[in-house]
């Protein structure tokens, strides 16, 4: 049984359960993957390459189906890209940010969200301003306003970090660390990564490998294992 994203003011859930997906070529991406998140919060998953990141997300965002086991997610997805050029469409930061508000919203409600959200990522009285001007971390800003405007409260961001100077890395974690934990906050994000000093900045960290997710950990913990074992290896 597949249950597909739904929006609810409660606090988000999200449960996979048992979840397996193969692709076409044979790769098993997901094998009997299970974990829970019921509360808000940033929860980082750490994982090499090949082990079921993406798919993962494909399959919360509801892109394709799990062949095995369940998934429960009440709460309404977005997914922020590596690389924000991939999502951002139109010419300036009011158009764009139309493009993920409800069609029965009224211009005021229109004009209210993303003066909202921009202000919220730090782009406030930029309605007006061509994407093209704008630098590699305010795309990414954009990108999550993008997000806010939907009403969005779980955040699916695939190494949000990965293509950003460090100033700008930084601002993008501060500002998904505020979103996700604020006391008024509904927000669940979950934040694919590789960079290990994210870790300290999450509720709740787990590690990827052969398409299953481990248990919930707290981030420096992941952080000092990884650093151990990368040491003894190295």
Same mark, same amino acid.
């Given at each position: 049984m597949f249950i597909?994203?739904?929006?609810?003011?409660?606090?988000?859930?999200?449960? =996979? %359960?048992?979840? @397996? /997906?193969?692709?076409?070529?044979?790769?098993?991406? =997901? %094998?009997?993957? @299970? /974990?829970?998140?019921?509360?808000?919060?940033?929860?980082?998953?750490?994982? @090499?390459?090949?082990?079921?990141?993406?798919t993962l997300f494909r399959l919360i965002r509801g892109m394709i189906k799990p062949q095995e086991g369940n998934i429960k997610c009440f709460a309404k997805s977005s997914l922020v890209f590596q690389n924000p050029d991939h999502q951002l469409l139109l010419p300036t930061c009011r158009s764009d940010l139309m493009l993920s508000i409800?069609?029965?919203?009224?211009?005021?409600?229109?004009?209210?969200?993303?003066?909202?959200?921009?202000?919220?990522?730090?782009?406030?009285?930029?309605?007006?301003r061509p994407i093209h001007t704008l630098s590699g971390g305010e795309k990414q800003r954009?990108?999550?306003?993008g997000a806010l405007v939907s009403e969005s409260n779980l955040l699916l961001l695939d190494e949000p970090t990965a293509l950003l100077d460090p100033q700008s890395q930084q601002s993008i974690l501060?500002?998904?660390h505020k979103l996700s934990t604020d006391g008024n906050g509904m927000i669940i994000s979950i934040w694919i990564t590789h960079r290990l000093e994210e870790l300290h900045y999450c509720n709740g960290a787990a590690m990827m490998d052969k398409g299953r997710v481990?248990?919930?950990e707290k981030g420096k913990d992941i952080f000092h294992r990884i650093n151990s074992l990368a040491g003894r290896r190295g």
């Open positions: 597909r994203p739904v929006n609810s003011k409660k606090s988000p859930t999200l449960l =996979l %359960d048992q979840v @397996s /997906f193969t692709w076409p070529n044979g790769v098993r991406a =997901l %094998d009997k993957c @299970s /974990f829970k998140i019921d509360k808000p919060g940033l929860w980082m998953i750490v994982g @090499s390459n090949g082990s079921g990141k993406s409800p069609d029965n919203c009224g211009y005021r409600e229109r004009t209210l969200r993303i003066r909202n959200a921009l202000n919220q990522v730090g782009l406030c009285g930029m309605e007006d954009l990108a999550l306003a501060e500002i998904v481990g248990p919930w």
